[in-house]
């Protein structure tokens, strides 16, 4: 409700050509579909659990072309598709997800979508866990006393302590049961999102010991933290959306004179490459799409160009 309240303050001179009443209407039905994060600030994607199921979803519908069509990709590459939908979305975030994919392998080796996406859903969801995860980590691998209480800050943890975390701290790890009991405690103690402690201590008695990034892999690909979390479907589903299969063969078939022109056109090698902000949906009220089109001439040939 805050964040609509501050749209409808921005743009009070466009909503009162129709309307309070549609702007709420509009604004809240993009919440129900979840596409109201899209192109948002990175502080607005993470404000809620809502939203940061609704940026994993978005990010699987949007790009699992990726993965459906066998290509593999880089670090960069994933961090640039993230700013396709949230562009000042942190570099770190992402590298720490290829990190529990790649484990002692170079940063830039390629990733296939889903092992990418299912390891990006669990250091995105549940990030301010895995930061006290970290510290915990850590603090038995130094035998620190395990009543310290964790306060997890957004530049602290996982990622900074990476170079404490390996050579032999990677390869002996810490006692399984140990681990569980504080991280048992954790949840407990802490009101942010975590894995079900069930789930956890499923992945936990599988093992005598373990590594942290070890521990992280087990997470991402467990089935059961996949569907507790509910933003994605199972892993062999990934390359699965029949509803947006159907939606884009429908907008397809409306243009095909449209797109022969265009790839047939010899402009159209000269074309400016397409912009986050013209893709797309948005929750955006109807008429300000109009004015957008109405101030950037030529923008649909464009799109089709690219997308040909």
Known sequence: MEDAVCQLLENKEDISQYGIARFFTEYFNSVCQGTHILFREFSFIQATPHNRASFLRAFWRCFRTVGKNGDLLTMKEYHCLLQLLCPDFPLELTQKAARIVLMDDAMDCLMSFSDFLLAFQIQFYYSEFLESVAAIYQDLLSGKNPNTVIVPTSSSGQH???????????????????????????????????????????????????????????????????????ALPDKGDLMHDPAMDEELDRLLAQIPDLVTSVTASPEASCLPSRTPHRAGFSWRPLHHARKVDAESDGSTEETDESET
């Open 160 to 230: 900074r302590q990476r170079p404490v975390l390996g050579e032999s701290s990677m390869l002996e790890g810490v006692e399984a049961s140990l681990f569980y009991q504080r991280l048992e405690n954790l949840c407990d103690r802490h009101k942010y999102s975590c894995p079900p402690p069930a789930l956890v201590k499923e992945v936990l008695s599988n093992v005598q010991r373990l590594t942290f990034y070890g521990f992280l892999v087990a997470l991402s690909k467990h089935r059961g933290i996949n569907q507790a979390l509910g």
